[in-house]
């Protein structure tokens, strides 16, 4: 069956414009949260005769779910987004507002343009261009969902409200510059708490110094790290194990004579399919042992996050479906690759249970960076590629 799909591209690039106008972080004491990026996706919604349901997941951090009914008997596609964005840092590091969604040279610049604001226009109106067609099998449900560059609290909410039953398949818009990503590494956070003696800089035998254990133990980290890289390999798509201590704490500035009494150390941890997640983590804690022991400094790990590295089957039938579209619109062969870090795919796949696949337009490498953006071009591409993905899998 050939379905005939009419693509309003001029709206769709202006709508991601006027989403990455809105500056979407999540600052409570700046007045910045989601809310408004999830106004506008509501009133845009709701200009095609939607019927969005806005459920606040933590006050001014809504999800907005939508699902839009074909008419027929079918299973249920999801087309995942975010609303939230990272801080665009300091703005003079800009060649261009970061909050301007200028069209330059065909790019479209701004904090958000690829991470995911052109991701979330595209699975709209892909969505809208379905419907307008005529009657389809089965249902796509559309969730823009709050605080996914943080603990994921949107997507945790989604899962644990009953919300992934019913669903087949999920597609995940981030920007993976055109690749497939049926795979994405997993994360683990830890943050390492010393607690030794608070002494004089001058007299450190009076005190046990937890920035000490604390270099200790990042030295048998980073072993850990160089171990497992060698025994495991690199994984095809996501290469290898990392294990990087990103924050360091202890003592001020304008007391360097004085030993603290405490100091904080945080890790990130980025896994591959490969990695036994518990049994990495019994290996953290034989090396915070060992340095403990070593120093005399007591050493607490708190888990603060653990996501599993996800892997849905390249035969999967979301999968497959997204390989079709991929290939109908461009008329490339697909290229499959890996996310380097988590999505919200990964909490679809762990705790919902969902086949999850990551594909959307923009650069794999250029989110979170100074001056952001996405080719006008992409996003086109990537509307009609979820359109024809999301035929394919409902009539399938």
């Known amino acids: 069956m050939t379905t005939t799909l009419t693509f309003d591209h001029d709206r769709v690039v202006e709508f991601t414009q006027e989403l990455v106008r809105i500056e979407s972080v999540n600052d409570p004491e700046a007045g910045l949260s989601e809310e408004p990026a999830a106004a506008a996706v509501v009133a845009e919604m709701r200009s095609f005769g939607w019927e969005p349901v806005v459920e606040e997941v933590a006050p001014g951090r809504p999800n907005v779910i939508c699902i839009v009914n074909g008419g027929l008997p079918g299973p249920t596609l999801m087309f995942e987004g975010h609303s939230d964005v990272v801080t665009a840092g300091d703005k003079s590091q800009w060649t261009r507002d970061p909050f301007g969604a200028e069209i330059v040279d065909g790019k479209l610049y701004g904090r958000g343009s690829a991470d995911m604001k052109s991701g979330v226009a595209a699975v709209i109106y892909a969505t809208r261009a379905v419907q307008v067609a005529g009657p389809f099998p089965g249902k796509i449900l559309i969730g823009i969902l709050c605080d996914e560059e943080e603990m994921m609290i949107g997507v945790k909410h989604f899962v644990a409200a009953g919300h992934c039953q019913g669903i087949d398949g999920a597609i995940s818009a981030e920007p993976e510059a055109g690749e497939i990503c049926a795979v994405a590494k997993g994360a683990i956070r830890l943050r390492i708490d010393a607690h030794g003696v608070m002494a004089h800089g001058a007299m450190p035998d009076k005190g046990a110094n937890p920035i000490t254990v604390l270099t200790h133990a990042t030295v048998g980290l980073t072993d850990l790290q160089q171990r497992l890289q060698k025994e495991l390999g690199p994984h095809e798509h996501l290469g290898k194990i990392s294990i990087t201590p990103t924050y360091l704490e ?105 086949d999850s696949v990551v594909y959307g337009p923009g650069g794999k490498w250029i989110a979170h960076q100074v001056d952001e953006f996405v080719e006008v071009a992409e996003i086109i591409q990537a509307t009609e590629v979820f359109a024809q993905a999301a035929l394919a899998f409902l009539h399938s």
């Open 250 to 354: 202890g003592g001020t500035i304008e007391q360097l004579n004085v030993i603290p009494a405490d100091a904080i150390l945080g890790i990130d941890i980025r896994t591959t399919p490969a990695v036994d997640h518990p049994t990495l983590l019994a290996d953290v804690n034989r090396i915070l042992d060992e340095s403990s022991a070593a120093t005399g400094v007591t050493l607490e790990l708190t888990i603060i996050d653990d996501r599993p590295s996800a892997d849905t089957p390249l035969d999967s039938r979301v999968v497959k479906a997204l390989v079709a579209g991929h290939e109908a619109v461009t008329g490339q062969p697909a290229v499959f690759g890996g996310v380097p870090g988590t999505t919200d795919g990964t909490i679809l796949w762990r705790d919902g249970g969902l």
